[in-house]
């Protein structure tokens, strides 16, 4: 049975990626700059009205395994995807990322492969509209117990806490992870996510994991709270390592009772899509590696940056050689 030093459980989403401006958004009632959920017909007549789609495999923590995977470590990814063309063009990709995608698409699926079509906006804001079809159905079932078992670090999607076959796939997941000596950890999402499943997050949390991923506005969330730094210490309380991306303003790490801070270089974003997703790739990256949480930080903050700097979610520059030449590798 093969071995990972990086295991993720996420949504696996296309993301069909194109270019508007202001006018279309509101033309076609899109809320711009947030992730909504959309059902199937709603999905198709954005997909139509999309000019010069370009489709990638995505999914939060399905880019954040892509990352760790360009950066060299053995990776692994489950996720559902139909017996479709998206879900052959999904399970490919991942594939061909270097990404080993554990589950092969499901044959007469209930529902179809997941897509969410992303309207980027002359300054860099993305408009993501998410129809989630047959990834969100993500049970047990679908989680192998010896990939689980065997994987140096486990990384779980808090979207996939909107089902109850979902919130129970993670429970035993990181379970075993624990169980064979791993490390499990969550990434987030999303405030509203947390607005929906406060209190199970807080028990998944307290309990069952080593690592939290999230951004401010996340944070804050968990504990109905507007100020972060109320927030960092609560979630500090119940968790090992804590580690809160504050865009602009850098990183802040936790782990007992030690506080790292972790400036960043500000940039005008080309495409904001992914640069939460391919921070935690490289701090993964770091952590899978041995290093100390200061070069963890600096690692996932090159990440973020490389990816902020073109359309996509996912490097398309050589990172080892980047990381290599910050004297980080």
Do not use: C, E, P, W
């Given at each position: 049975?093969?071995?990972?030093?990086?295991?993720?459980?996420?949504?696996?989403?296309?993301?069909?990626?194109?270019?508007?401006?202001?006018s279309f958004l509101a033309h076609m009632g899109i809320e711009k700059g947030i992730m909504q959920l959309i059902e199937r017909e709603r999905g198709e007549v954005l997909y139509g009205a999309m000019e010069g789609r370009v489709q990638t495999p995505g999914g939060s923590v399905a880019n954040t395994i892509a990352g760790a995977g360009?950066?060299?470590?053995?990776?692994?990814?489950?996720?559902?995807?139909?017996?479709?063309?998206?879900?052959?063009?999904?399970?490919?990709a991942m594939n061909e990322d270097g990404v080993d995608f554990v589950n092969p698409p499901v044959a007469g699926g209930e529902l179809p492969t997941s897509r969410s079509m992303i309207f980027v906006s002359p300054d860099g804001e993305r408009s993501m509209n998410t129809y989630l079809g047959i990834s969100s159905e993500l049970s047990s079932a679908d989680v192998p117990a010896e990939v689980a078992g065997n994987a140096q670090i486990m990384f779980l999607e808090g979207y996939l806490f909107d089902k109850d076959k979902g919130k129970s796939a993670f429970l035993e997941a990181a379970r075993d992870c624990r169980k064979g000596g791993g490390k499990s950890g969550i990434a987030i999402s999303d405030p509203f996510c947390v607005e929906r499943h406060r209190a199970d997050f807080l028990s998944l949390i307290e309990h069952d994991l080593d690592f939290v991923i999230g951004n401010e506005a996340e944070l804050k969330s968990l504990f109905e709270t507007e100020d972060l730094e109320v927030a960092l210490t609560k979630t500090a309380a119940i968790c090992p390592l804590v580690v809160c991306t504050r865009s602009g303003d850098g990183v802040s790490v936790i782990s007992g009772e030690t506080r790292i801070d972790v400036p960043v270089t500000k940039v005008v974003p080309v495409d904001a899509t992914g640069a939460g997703d391919q921070f935690a790739a490289g701090f993964l990256f770091g952590l899978a590696k041995g290093k100390d949480l200061e070069t963890c930080a600096k690692i996932g903050n090159i990440c973020a940056a490389e990816v902020i700097s073109h359309i996509g979610p996912r490097p398309e520059a050589n990172m080892q050689e980047m990381l290599r030449e910050a004297g980080l590798l």
């Open positions: 049975m093969k071995t990972y030093q990086i295991v993720g459980i996420g949504n696996a989403v296309v993301d069909v990626i194109s270019q508007s401006d202001d360009a950066l060299g470590l053995d990776a692994g990814f489950i996720g559902r995807v139909q017996d479709d063309a998206l879900g052959h063009f999904y399970a490919d």
